[in-house]
């Protein structure tokens, strides 16, 4: 019923994001990836949606194919399918918050991006970050510990949402870079490096680096 097609798991932090909320329904599917930064990579993405990037979502049901691209789109595709799996908080101040969370890490944060760039399977010397790159660093830690104030029980909003996912990159990347946290961000980012998802996830990105790939 779905194939997800994705980018080299080290490096491709939008597809992470679909993937990891795929994961989390139990939902078979099967897994194309795309070698990023090649001469083909271009043709070989264009084969599977116009829009020219992964992560892309097919859906074939009922004769038909549905694709969907955009790694918000996707896990709002997924929620939707799977509401049993509660991918956002059934109240619906903390969901609309949830959203808020996963809208500002889709749209934001380009300094980041750009400097400390996912490299999941790898740890790296902490680059010089400008003042524009501390101030998003210092925005995700303040907005990360808002959520886990005063309690212990999981995720940004409880058991894991949508809004995990789209910061799972960001978790990696703190500890990729060695970037210092505060004890309740810590102890997130501890908690989804531990997600046997991501520890799959990792070995995907570990093999990529053992046969080359960047």
Not at 90 to 96: M, S, Y
Not at 110 to 115: A, G, M
Not at 151 to 170: E, H, N, Q, T
Request: charged share 25%; glycine share 4%.
């Amino acid at each position: 019923m779905y194939t997800l097609i994705i980018g080299n798991k080290n490096l491709s932090s939008w597809s992470l994001r679909p993937w990891l909320a795929l994961k989390t329904t139990g939902a078979a599917f099967e897994e194309v990836v795309v070698r990023l930064d090649q001469p083909e990579t271009r043709a070989s993405i264009a084969d599977h949606s116009a829009a020219g990037k992964v992560p892309v979502l097919k859906i074939e049901e009922n004769g038909k194919t549905v694709t969907i691209w955009d790694s918000l789109a996707i896990c709002e595709t997924i929620a939707e399918r799977h509401p049993d799996t509660r991918l956002w908080p059934d109240d619906p101040e903390r969901r609309a918050l949830a959203r808020s969370y996963a809208a500002e890490m889709h749209s934001s944060f380009p300094d980041v991006r750009q400097n400390l760039s996912m490299s999941f399977a790898r740890t790296l010397p902490t680059p010089p970050l400008d003042d524009a790159t501390n101030k998003q660093v210092a925005r995700i830690i303040n907005a990360w510990e808002a959520a886990l104030a005063g309690r212990d029980d999981g995720f940004l909003f409880g058991r894991l949402s949508i809004a995990d996912c789209m910061y799972a990159p960001v978790a990696s990347r703190f500890i990729t870079y060695g970037i210092e946290l505060p004890a309740a961000s810590a102890a997130y980012v501890a908690r989804m490096m531990a997600l046997p998802a991501l520890k799959e996830w990792r070995a995907g990105a570990e093999a990529e680096l053992e046969k080359g790939w960047k």
